[in-house]
Every structure is written in C-alpha cells, then in structure tokens.
C-alpha cells in the first residue's frame, strides 16, 4: 500500500497563477484534511473532508478551494496564487472524523510562490 | 493564550540520556491528546497516543494531567534516531479538528 500520496512534490508559481494540488489514499478512510506547515507556525488545517460528499473550511481557508472527487481522491486549488501561500502542504487522511483516529500524512508539496 | 503551547527547544542531549518534553492545552473540553513525529523535511507520523491513565511504549512514556491542562512525554537511554520534532496534538472538543503544537526539536547526539 502506498498510504498518502500527493503530487507534484515541488512547484514554483508566479503570482495570479493557478495550480491544484493532488492527494489520494489507498486506505479505504473516509475522511481527508489539507494542512499548510509554515516555520514557527506548527501545522494549520485549510479544509477537510468528514466522509465522501462533504467538505468544511478549517482554520485558514481563504484562498483556496477543495473538492473531494472521490472516497480516494481531494484535491486543493489554489485560484490566484499569493506569495503568503508560499508554504509545504499536507494532505491527510483518517478512518474517520471522530478525534481517536490516527491521521496518515502524505509527503507533502513545498510551494513557492514569488 | 495559545491553544495548545509547547517549548520548542532545541533540546541538545548524549545518546542515553532521558529527556521530557512538556505541553500545555488551553480548552478545557479536549478529549483527545496525541503525540506526533517529524523528521526534518518529512511527514508528521504517530508516536502514541495519550490516555487520562499514562501510557508507555518501549523507552516512550506520555502522560496526561487533565486538572493542570497539561501532556508530557518522556524519551528514556535516547538514541540518535531519536532526534526529530516532536508535536503535541489536542483536539477542542469531540468531533472537532485536531489542533497541533508547534513542536520540539529534539538533538541527539553520540
């Protein structure tokens, strides 16, 4: 089993340009989360995914936009890039939304924005 | 107050030594604690979880101090392998989202 798997692992984007990020998890989980880690800020969810269908905003939506295309499959889309996205991101993917699951983290896309 | 404060280090310790690592929550209702590790440029990945009992794994012990708001982990004869940052993870309150510490750097050193 691959676990979390998310591509590209590096991008490099101009300002205003648009890319999305691409997560998917071979675990059978229901539930999937988009974290940004930027230095001395710790982890910060952007967007989840309780079970397939639904997605909710977490702590720093803004700027960005999610769909969960399938049970596998949650993609995060950054509309007009902005060099404060500059971060790594995170996908994320657990058995279910109740807290006493273990989350299974993906490698993680470095984004650079200038 | 921080939801969830860790003292981020670094800690500098020889192999073999015991080193603990503190973190406060501010959320009274948190029901869930967590332990997690991050090797440098990689993914954070589970060490344990933390129940209201105290549980050990091998040279890892966590504890939890619901009273004082308080999660401890300490890290016994250390080995190099050990060195990481460790996050401290709480959730607000059941069926919300988990909230992450900054973490602590941990350096071990032969």
């Known amino acids: 089993n691959a676990g979390v798997t998310q591509t590209p692992k590096f991008q490099v984007l101009k300002t205003g340009q648009s890319m999305t990020l691409q997560c998917a998890q071979d675990m059978n989980h229901n539930s999937m989360y988009w974290y940004r880690q930027d230095p001395g800020m710790g982890l910060r969810l952007i967007y989840y995914s309780a079970s397939e269908g639904t997605t909710d905003k977490g702590e720093v939506p803004n700027g960005y936009n999610v769909s969960r295309l399938n049970k596998r499959e949650f993609s995060l889309r950054l509309e007009s890039a902005a060099p404060s996205q500059t971060s790594v991101y995170f996908c994320?993917?657990?058995?279910?939304?109740?807290?006493?699951?273990?989350?299974?983290f993906g490698p993680g896309t470095r984004l650079t924005v200038t | 107050r921080k939801e969830v404060e860790q003292d981020p280090g670094p800690f500098n310790v020889p192999e073999g030594a015991t080193v603990a690592f503190n973190c406060t929550y501010s959320n009274s209702a948190s029901q869930s604690f967590f332990w997690y590790r991050q090797d440098c440029r990689k993914e954070p990945k589970l060490l344990m979880s933390v129940y209201s009992s105290g549980n050990e794994d091998g040279r890892f012990t966590a504890q939890l101090n619901r009273a004082s708001q308080y999660i401890s982990l300490l890290i016994r004869d250390s080995k190099l392998s050990d060195s990481a940052t460790y996050l401290c993870?709480?959730?607000?309150?059941?069926?919300?989202?988990?909230?992450f510490g900054k973490g602590t750097t941990l350096s071990v050193s032969s």
């Open positions: 993870v709480v959730n607000r309150e059941a069926g919300t989202a988990l909230i």
């Open positions: 994320a993917s657990s058995e279910a939304w109740d807290n006493h699951y273990e989350q299974y």
